[in-house]
C-alpha cells in the first residue's frame, strides 16, 4: 500500500479548501447575474468576496508544484478560478471608467 507525501496531502488540503470557496463564489455570482440590489453596499461587499477569494487562490496558485497540481488533478476548477479572476479584471476596468468619466463631468 503506498503512501500519501506530505506534499501531495497538503495539496489535497488547499484543493478541497478552494473546491468549498469556489461553491461559495459560484452562488455569489449566481445571485449577482439575476438580482436586482435595493442598496450599492450588498453588491460592492459580493464583489469583495469574490475578489478575496481570487486573491487567496491566487497565493495557492502561484506555487508551481501546486499549480500543476491542480490542473492534473481538477482542470475545471482551475479553469473556473482564472475566469472568476478575469472578470474581476473586467469589472474593476469598467468601474475606473466608469468613475473617470463621471470626475470629468
Keep these: 500500500m503506498s503512501e500519501i507525501n506530505p506534499r501531495q496531502a ?12 469556489m461553491q ?4 455569489i455570482l449566481e445571485q449577482m ?3 436586482e440590489y ?11 468576496a469574490i475578489a478575496c477569494f481570487y486573491e487567496e ?3 495557492s496558485l502561484s ?22 479572476g478575469r472578470a474581476i ?3 474593476n476596468n469598467l468601474l475606473v471608467n466608469i468613475r473617470r468619466l463621471v470626475v470629468a463631468r
Excluded: C, W
Excluded at 497538503?10 to 470557496?21: E, F, G, V
Design 89 to 91: 479584471s473586467l469589472m
Design 57 to 59: 487562490a491566487g497565493e
Design 63 to 84: 506555487e508551481p508544484d501546486f499549480l500543476n497540481y491542480l490542473k492534473q488533478n481538477d482542470l475545471n476548477l482551475f479553469i473556473e478560478i482564472l475566469s472568476v
Design 38 to 48: 435595493a442598496a450599492i453596499s450588498t453588491y460592492m461587499n459580493n464583489m469583495e
Design 24 to 27: 461559495s463564489v459560484r452562488v
Design 10 to 21: 497538503k495539496y489535497a488540503d488547499i484543493h478541497a479548501k478552494l473546491t468549498d470557496r
Design 33 to 35: 447575474e439575476g438580482h
